[in-house]
């Protein structure tokens, strides 16, 4: 990528970003469609770009939405909505500790055991 497609992609992805995590559309733009996303948009540029930061503090951002969201939804008695949620966070971090601990826990309420929701880390 160039460095005006750069920021082009990260133009759209802070855009995406803004407009899904806000309270009139939350999810909106995130993740789907896959090929015009706000995660897909800072991937390409971590691919091109694996150090810029604007990228990675958007994907920081994604990441944190998720586990706010998740967490609020264990909290409230909604395991479907908190394993959702944190599944989807998942496709942006697979690895994520948090995410993975929400992803359990919704488990845990399904099976009928007590959940264990985690705290979020600070950001």
């Known amino acids: 990528m160039t460095a005006e497609e750069i920021q ?17 559309d939350p999810g909106r733009h995130l993740l789907d469609p896959e090929d015009d996303s706000a995660n897909y948009w800072y991937q390409k540029v971590l691919a091109a770009d694996p150090d810029n930061a604007r990228a990675h503090k958007g994907i920081r951002a994604l990441i944190a939405f998720y586990r706010k969201n ?32 929400l992803d359990t826990a919704a488990g845990q309420a399904d099976r009928g055991e007590t959940p264990k929701i985690p705290d979020l880390p600070p950001e």
């Open 70 to 101: 998740a967490r609020e939804a264990c909290v409230k008695g909604q395991f479907v909505g908190c394993g959702v949620l944190a599944r989807a966070g998942l496709r942006v971090d697979a690895g994520d500790p948090t995410l993975l601990q």
């Open 8 to 24: 082009t992609a990260l133009d759209v992805a802070d855009k995406y970003l803004a407009t899904g995590t806000g309270e009139a």
